[in-house]
């Protein structure tokens, strides 16, 4: 199976940063897109940023401009740069990888989620 292994939240005044890390593990033979989602208390989750193995990025709108997405490949690890961030930020970040194993299908994988919480 695939692992990721989060890393990197906590609390943060408003307007500072934080670097989400989170490194996928496992008997794996390709990764295919990566990327973070949230979910604030009361909400849905919803999608933050999405990176494909050739680097392409997207991002929700309420994030552009602020956060960025990189991913290192030969260490199976996507990152999230948070830059000027928001008390609505507040969330628990959750990582995605579309992986597949050997010899096997594209599955989605997901992290345990990771803390984020702004607050003056």
């Known amino acids: 199976q695939v692992q990721l292994v989060e890393s990197g939240g906590g609390l943060v005044q408003p307007g500072g940063s934080l670097r989400l890390s989170c490194a996928a593990s496992g008997s794996i033979f390709s990764i295919d897109a990566m990327g973070w989602y949230r979910q604030a208390p009361g909400e849905q989750r919803e999608l933050v940023a999405t990176i494909t193995s050739g680097g392409s990025t997207n991002y929700a709108d309420s994030v552009k401009g602020r956060f960025t997405i990189s991913r290192d490949n030969d260490k199976n690890t996507v990152y999230l740069q948070m830059n000027s961030l928001k008390p609505e930020d507040t969330a628990v970040y959750y990582c995605?990888?579309?992986?597949?194993?050997?010899?096997?299908?594209?599955?989605?994988?997901w992290g345990q989620g990771t803390q984020v919480t702004v607050s003056s």
């Open positions: 995605n990888a579309v992986a597949s194993l050997i010899d096997g299908p594209f599955y989605d994988y």
